[in-house]
C-alpha cells in the first residue's frame, strides 16, 4: 500500500492541520532499519548502534566480592540483641585470595572487591565499628549477607547483557570491555545527503550580491547530522531550476539512505519544487500544526535498491533545526537500528515570564532553563522569530507549550525539553 493510502485511511489524517505527535507516529510507523552491519574495535562503537545481541561470556562479578571496606564474618557469631566481640586475624585484599578460613569468634579486615574469606557470610561496615587492639566491637542489628556482591548479580553467563539496538554510549563502552569484548557487530553508518534550495541563496565565501542571504542551514543541518554519526554529503545550494532540482535529488538518492532539504516546501515557493519530489517518488507534504516548522515533507524518492527517505524541511532557519530535532533526529535513529530511539525527556519548569500562546499547534519556543531558590525556572532567549537563530543558540532548551494550551502566566508549570542530550 502506498504511503497516500496508508495515511489516507486513518479517520483523524489531515494533511492541512496535522498535529506534532501525528506526524511523530507517521513517520516512526514506517521505518525499519536501513544499514548492513560490520564489526569494529569495540573504541570505534562509540556512537554507534549494536547490531546483535552482546552475551555475557561469564557471571559479572565473577565471584562473590565485597560492596564495601569492613569486616567479613559469620553471622552466626553475633549476638541477637547487644554488641558482638571478635578477634581480627588477617586482611583480604581485592585481586588477591585470603588464605585459610574463619573460624568461631573471628573476622577478617575486607577491601572492597575482595572475595569474602571461607566460613563468612557477611561483610560489617568499617564505620560502624570499634576497633580494641586485635578485637572488633560490632553492633547488634546486622543483616546477614549485608555488603556482599553476589557472582552474577549484575549479569548472567549465557544471558543478553546489551540488547540489539543499543546505542553505544560511554556506559556501555565501559561494559562490553569488562565482558572482555574486543570487537562487536554494529550497523553501518547512515549515509545522510542534503542541499540547501533558493536563488537567494549564497555559499560563504563568495560576495553577497543584493538580494542575497548567506545560506546558514546547510551549516547547521551538517552540525547536526555530525552529532548523529551519519555520513554526510553536502550537495550545496541548487537553484531555483528544475534541470538542477532535479540532479540534484538524483545525486542524493543514488548516494543516501535519507535525503534531507531547507526551503521549497511552503506556500509561495516555486511551482515545480513540489510536483518535482512526487515525480521522482512518493512524498506527502504537511502543514503541521507547529510554530516554528509548520510546512513539511516526508516520503520516498528513488526506486529500487536506489529509493531513499526525503525530509523536505522548511527555509527558515530556526524553523529547519525545530523540525529536524522533534521528526528528524527520532527518524535518522530508528533508520540507525536504535530500538528505541534515544529520547529526551520533557522536564517541568516555572515560567518566569508571560508568554502569548494561542491553542490549536504546538510552540517550541526558545528558553534559557536556570535553577532559582531549589527549582527550574524558565525565560525565552530573546526574540522568537523563525528567523533569529540567534536565539536558538543562547538558549539551552526548548519550551514546549502544548497544542491544546493557551496564554501562559508569570509562575505557570511549563513543560522544557533540554538541549543537552537533544542537540
Known sequence: MSLTARFSCLSDYDPDALSVEQ????????????????????????????????????????????????????????????ATRLRVIGTALAGKVFAGSVGAGECVRIMTGALPPAGTDTVVIQEVVRVDGDHLVIPAGQRAGQNIRLAGEDLASGRPALAAGRLVRPAELGL??????????VYRRLRVAFFSTGDELCSIGTSLADGEVYDSNRYTIFGMLTRLGCEVLDLGVVRDDPASLEAAFRDATAAADVVITSGGVSVGEADFVKPLMAQLGEVLFWKIA??????????????????????????????????????????????????????????????????????????????????????????????????????????????????????????????????????
Request: hydrophobic share 45%; glycine share 12%.
Open 176 to 185: 562490553m570491555a569488562s565482558l572482555g569484548c574486543a570487537e562487536v557487530s
Open 290 to 423: 507547529m510554530k516554528p516548522g509548520r510546512p513539511m515533507a516526508f516520503g520516498r524518492i528513488g526506486g529500487g535498491e536506489r529509493a531513499a527517505w526525503l525530509f523536505g524541511l522548511p527555509g527558515n532557519p530556526v524553523a529547519v533545526m525545530a523540525a529536524f530535532y522533534q521528526f528528524v533526529r527520532d527518524a535518522l535513529y530508528l533508520l540507525m537500528g536504535a530500538d528505541p530511539a534515544p529520547g529526551v525527556p520533557l522536564l517541568p519548569a516555572v515560567s518566569s515570564v508571560a508568554m502569548k500562546k494561542a491553542p490549536g499547534r504546538t510552540e517550541f519556543q526558545r528558553g534559557i532553563v536556570s535553577q532559582v531558590d531549589g527549582h527550574s525556572s524558565v525565560r525565552p532567549a530573546g526574540a522568537q522569530g523563525s528567523g533569529v537563530l540567534r536565539s536558538m543558540s543562547e538558549a539551552n532548551c526548548f519550551i514546549v507549550l502544548e497544542h491544546d494550551r493557551g496564554q501562559v502566566a508569570v509562575g505557570d508549570l511549563v513543560q522544557v525539553q533540554l538541549f543537552d542530550g537533544l542537540v
Open 23 to 82: 506526524a511523530r507516529s507517521f513517520i516512526r510507523s514506517q521505518l525499519t532499519p536501513v544499514g548492513t552491519h560490520e564489526r569494529l574495535a569495540l573504541r570505534s562503537a562509540l556512537g554507534r548502534v549494536l547490531a546483535s545481541d552482546v552475551i555475557a561470556p561469564f557471571n559479572v562479578p565473577a565471584h562473590d566480592n565485597s560492596a564495601m571496606d569492613g569486616y567479613a564474618l559469620r553471622h552466626a557469631d553475633l549476638a541477637s540483641g547487644d
